[in-house]
Nanobody, 115 residues
Framework: QVRLVESGGGLVQPGGSLRLSCAAS????????MGWYRQAPGKQRELVAS???????NYVDSVKGRFTISRDNAKNTMYLQMNSLKPEDTAVYYC?????????WGQGTQVTVSS
């Protein structure tokens, strides 16, 4: 059974940076497209970045130029480097396959951008 665990969230001031990590218990990363999602209070969960097996990436317009997704298949780990953070980036961030598979949702990690 695959289990995804997100970490690295926290409270940061506007303009700051955070690096999120997603660790998988199984060989999921080497087989599938993976993505980072976020859900802000009162909003639907959205895919913000995805990465293919070979490292090609896609981003939602609101994070382009600020967020960078990467993966290390050997370590079964995926990352999201978030720079120039804005208050509107405040959300719980999750990792999953892209498209998402319901049984893979984890607890997520809270990111709060506030002064």
């Amino acid at each position: 059974q695959v289990r995804l665990v997100e970490s690295g969230g926290g409270l940061v001031q506007p303009g700051g940076s955070l690096r999120l990590s997603c660790a998988a218990s199984g060989r999921i990363f080497s087989l599938f497209v993976m993505g980072w999602y976020r859900q802000a209070p009162g909003k639907q969960r959205e895919l913000v970045a995805s990465i293919t097996i070979t490292g090609s990436t896609n981003y939602v317009d609101s994070v382009k130029g600020r967020f960078t997704i990467s993966r290390d298949n050997a370590k079964n780990t995926m990352y999201l480097q978030m720079n120039s953070l804005k208050p509107e980036d405040t959300a719980v961030y999750y990792c999953n396959r892209a498209p998402a598979v319901s049984v893979y949702w984890g607890q997520g990690t809270q990111v709060t951008v506030s002064s």
